[in-house]
């Protein structure tokens, strides 16, 4: 009895791993090794992937996934201009129909073409099914359907007329096979696990939540030199803590980190050997919103005074480590440089000004220099470098006699006061503002899904939607205008606009980089391209 | 019906109620968390009429007893549902994940006793000695170690410094055939290393002290004087007695095992339904969070009856109670 009471333990310990063991032999193997010859590179990320129907999915390893398997209409340059991709040729032949016209020499995975029959399917289908994670499904509003007018022409029958939408659309929106999607009743909720039809240039072959994704090449990919990508094949791996990832780059474990690195891994990196970090621009910015629903920030005084509490510098020095550059205040990034406009100037941080412009308002400040007014000041938790600057402006603030009260949230409690505009003043940042005139309807015009400030300035609304419909040279004249507007009554307030850094072993060359945090070096484009340096 | 029969029954019973409490609370819980998961899974375009379309998909516009009973229903019916942002079932997602938790934490637990229990042994015959000493300080450190730390120590120190083993992962994507099985033991070492550190503290404490006591018992001392051996009083007298807290401690500890899992996993980034749940967190993806949390109930409401049913044979007046 004694001996069969130590066993019963001994058993429930040395059994437990067994059973584990057993249950691991059912999970997933992996896939045997490829048949395709050629180099293999392994790529770290930090999430897996949620959904892999590119019309779901928004996390940002969905992203690069199936933006290797199903092609974008436009790509766009280092300058944020957009070039053609899958659309050779965009355009209006009249204010309420715009047409791409696509090339003929792009197949599926499975040998089928790519036509203009695809692009229609999957832009009827998002309207339609209105999939909750679709980027696109917004730009679609002015569009009543699309059509195939040939193999090769796609039309957009416009409800009113829409100068960004094939823009926007064809930057954002990935096609996908209608022969496969077409089979489903609703594109929302399909869930697009397996036997996976794209068109490079790779195609997912195997996946492993929480592990790995494999992706082989796809043959013919017109747009790689000589018609095929250069790797034989590209795995994903899934490595949660950023600390890890670094580990495991440097050990040769992986080839290159996707995610951009933390502000302060960027230097240390720099002098790693083996490692090579890369430049890559930003198109998004870190702002403040003020609330102007909420007294006193409806005032401009106040909200000026604010501006002018900021040490815009110290926080691009200090948290951002010289990584990120002025905007001039202007919610243009300046890597568009077709919309920036050199004259605009930052908000000077100047405290003594700021007292100033309270004074002038008629506020009074106490024996301690301060002048009552106590705003709230949001920002998620999630983002470290957010949190960190966060805490600068509520010290610079202190320093002009404002008190700002700092309310660091988890991401979801963030999301859901942003929704509410529970917040007098709003931290955060844009990932990716391609397009001056769409993101300034989305970000000013009033009941704009994004406007956090709350503006509702008939002045500055007016040349929003004129831009929506002028022609692009005359969109360019109106967003400076608008911008200058936006900057000079503080409808928001644009801290940095931050570069970023992806970093890779340095036996790999070839890479490509595109702007943004999205698209960095694991754009199509550039995995196409990459290549060990032998 | 026989005493033990009974035991049993009060134990299936109870624990059955606790799963129950646990299904409800943790449906509760859920709905009161900030935010809704269209917010969550939403792109900024989207407008708020849309938003209401997406929660009226999800079920979430029904009432919250509406929404509990089909729950309930669909549980009883072995039916977790669908994961809001994958789009497949419940099941499934758990299913690819849960054997990569149940290894991780089973060997975990298995190493942690069979290096706790002879340490605990150790000390407690080691009274007052360095040896003694020494254990109740690695204790003592092994009880406030932090798993990140503790983590990343061993990774740089055997991955990338030694290179003995890998980062991170399961296993090497490109390992197949037999040699899959020992790349998948080569990325189990550091996670269950780092695990079992956390946890023997615990373990060789609790087991040192239980033993010092049950070691100055009478019965004890009857056996010495009978001239047993001391090994044999120690290890075929005291120590069946001096188990029984630990084998509570390994009830407990269960809960603390997943949940340090979920850390441990992260660092490791090992596969397991500990980083599951830390994504369905964030993207407030309820079917999943509710399977998960059933599932890890389940998992310790049945180790802790288990627990109990051995506490059962190892001390039979349990039984009676």
């Known amino acids: 009895m004694r001996r069969r009471s130590f066993a019963a333990l001994a058993a429930t310990a040395v059994g437990a791993p067994a059973v584990g063991g057993v249950l691991a032999g059912c999970a997933p193997s992996p896939r045997p090794g490829s048949r395709a010859a050629g180099a293999t590179l392994t790529v770290a990320t930090t999430t897996d992937v949620v959904n892999f129907n590119p019309l779901v999915g928004n996390s940002r390893t969905d992203y690069w996934i199936t933006d290797l398997m199903y092609p974008r209409l436009l790509t766009i340059d280092e300058a944020g201009n957009k070039q053609p991709w899958l659309a050779v040729r965009y355009g209006y032949h ?4 715009g047409y791409y016209r696509i090339r003929d020499d792009v197949r599926w995975s499975d040998g089928k073409p790519v036509t203009a029959a695809d692009v229609a399917f999957t832009i009827n289908a998002i309207k339609r099914d209105k999939p909750a994670g679709n980027t696109t499904f917004g730009q679609l509003t002015n569009v009543a359907r699309a059509s195939a007018a040939s193999a090769t022409e796609v039309l957009l029958h416009l409800s009113k007329p829409d100068q960004t939408v094939l823009r926007e659309v064809g930057f954002w929106m990935n096609v996908v096979p209608a022969h496969v999607f077409g089979k489903v009743s609703n594109v929302a909720t399909f869930a697009n696990t397996g036997d996976w039809v794209g068109c490079g240039p790779y195609t997912l072959v195997s996946a492993a939540k929480g592990q790995a994704y494999t992706l082989e090449r796809t043959e013919p990919y017109p747009w790689a030199p000589g018609g095929k990508p250069s790797l034989a094949r590209v795995v994903f791996r899934v490595y949660p803590d950023i600390n890890t990832e670094i580990l495991a780059l440097r050990s040769g474990e992986v080839d290159l980190i996707a995610n951009t690195l933390p502000p302060a891994q960027v230097d240390v990196l720099r002098h790693t050997t083996g490692i090579t970090v890369r430049k890559v621009p930003g198109l998004g910015y870190a702002h403040l919103a003020y609330n102007m629903k909420h007294k006193p920030l409806d005032k401009l005084a106040v ?3 604010l501006a002018h509490a900021v040490d815009y510098a110290a926080i691009r020095r200090v948290v951002l480590q010289g990584q990120a550059v002025s905007t001039h205040s202007s919610p243009i990034a300046p890597v568009l440089t077709a919309y920036a406009d050199p004259s605009m100037t930052e908000y000077r941080h100047d405290p003594a000004h700021a007292r100033r412009l309270l004074r002038q308002a008629g506020y009074h400040a106490d024996a301690r220099g301060r002048f009552g007014l106590s705003l709230r000041m949001i920002y998620s938790l999630q983002d470290a470098v957010t949190a960190q600057w966060a805490s600068m402006v509520a010290s610079d603030a202190a320093k002009a006699g404002i008190t700002i009260t700092l309310q660091g949230m988890d991401r979801n409690t963030y999301l859901a006061k942003t929704d509410a505009g529970d917040y007098d003043i709003y931290a955060g940042n844009f990932a990716i503002m391609d397009d001056p ?9 009033p009941g704009g899904a994004i406007n956090y400030s709350k503006v509702d300035d008939p002045a500055l609304s007016k040349l929003i939607t004129d831009a929506q419909v002028a022609t692009p040279d005359e ?24 570069n970023f850094y992806v970093a890779h072993r340095t036996e790999w060359t070839g890479f490509v980089a595109k702007p943004s945090e999205l698209l960095t070096v694991v754009d199509p484009a550039s995995l196409a391209r990459v290549r060990t340096r032998s | 019906m026989s005493t033990a029969l009974r035991f049993a029954g009060r134990r299936v019973a109870r624990g059955l109620l606790t799963l129950w409490f646990a299904v409800t609370a943790t449906f509760l819980l859920l709905r009161l968390l900030p935010g809704n998961p269209a917010l969550a899974v939403a792109n900024p375009n989207m407008t708020k009429h849309d938003q209401a379309l997406l929660l009226h998909q999800y079920g979430l516009d029904q009432p919250l007893i509406v929404q509990y009973g089909k729950y309930l229903w669909q549980l009883l019916h072995g039916n977790l549902g669908i994961s809001f942002t994958q789009q497949v079932p419940v099941s499934s997602v758990l299913l690819a994940r849960l054997p990569w938790t149940l290894l ?3 060997s975990a637990l298995a190493v942690t006793i069979a290096v706790g229990v002879p340490l605990g042994v150790l000390a407690a015959t080691r009274r007052g000695t360095v040896v003694d000493r020494l254990v109740q300080l690695g204790g003592v450190v092994g009880q406030s170690l932090f798993v990140p730390s503790v983590g990343i120590f061993l990774l740089f120190f055997f991955g ?8 991170g992962g399961a296993y090497s994507p490109d390992a197949a055939g037999a040699g ?3 790349n998948v033991l080569a990325h189990l070492v550091l996670p269950c290393l780092s695990l079992m550190l956390l946890q023997i503290g615990s373990y060789v404490l609790t087991l040192r002290a239980s033993l010092i006591d049950a070691l100055g018992e009478d019965y004890c001392e009857l056996a010495r004087a009978k001239g047993l051996p001391n090994r044999a009083v120690v290890w075929k007298h005291a120590l069946r007695n001096a188990l029984l807290p630990t084998t509570t401690l390994v009830g407990l500890q269960l809960g603390f095992l997943v949940g340090g899992a979920v850390l441990t996993e992260t660092i490791f980034a090992y596969p397991g339904i500990g980083r599951g749940i830390y994504e369905a967190v964030t993207q407030l993806d309820y079917p999943v969070l509710q399977g998960a949390f059933v599932l890890l109930a389940a998992t310790v409401v049945v180790a802790s009856m288990l627990t109990d049913l051995l506490y059962g044979v190892l001390d039979p007046r349990v039984r009676t109670r």
């Open chain 1, 94 to 97: 009249d204010p309420k129909t």
């Open chain 1, 303 to 305: 909200r000026q005074a």
């Open chain 2, 104 to 106: 991780l934490t089973g």
């Open chain 2, 180 to 182: 899959w099985y020992g």
């Open chain 2, 160 to 167: 990338l410094w030694l290179r003995w083993l890998p980062i």
């Open chain 1, 437 to 445: 005139v769409t993101n300034m309807a989305l970000t000013y015009l």
């Open chain 1, 475 to 498: 969109q360019r004249e109106l967003v400076a205008k608008a911008a200058h507007l936006v900057r000079d009554n503080v409808y928001d307030n644009v801290v940095y606009m931050q």
